[in-house]
């Protein structure tokens, strides 16, 4: 079974950086979309951005264009979210998902993937 491990989360000023990693292992991501999410307390998860298998489409969430870039590196087996510009309501927990059906990444984005990782907490916060 696929397993994703999420990274590279933290607290960190408004306006600082913080990059995102989703990492698998024993498979390839190669062959599956894969979608970051976040929830924050109180609130129901959203999709912040999501990549097609090929990294040819990308899509983001109204919330983060301009600010977040979703990317992914085939050697290294590796999802990746920089997240520039952050503000408090960016505080979540971030979660990436790995979905295998030929899905738009909108509806990755909406829906969801097969596959989860366990979270990484992000704290924007002076």
């Known amino acids: 079974q696929l397993q994703l491990v999420e990274s590279g989360g933290g607290l960190v000023q408004p306006g600082g950086s913080l990059r995102l990693s989703c990492a698998a292992s024993r498979f390839t991501l190669d062959y599956y979309a894969i979608g970051w999410f976040r929830q924050a307390p109180g609130k129901e998860r959203e999709g912040v951005s999501c990549i097609s298998d090929s990294g040819s489409s990308t899509y983001y969430a109204d919330a983060v264009k301009g600010r977040f870039t979703i990317s992914r590196d085939s050697a290294k087996n590796t999802v990746y979210l920089q997240m520039n510009s952050l503000k408090p309501e960016d505080t979540a927990v971030y979660y990436c998902?790995?979905?295998?059906?030929?899905?738009?990444?909108?509806?990755?984005?909406?829906?969801?993937?097969?596959?989860w990782g366990q979270g990484t907490q992000v704290t924007v916060s002076s």
């Open positions: 998902a790995a979905e295998h059906e030929p899905l738009s990444v909108q509806a990755v984005c909406k829906l969801g993937g097969d596959y």
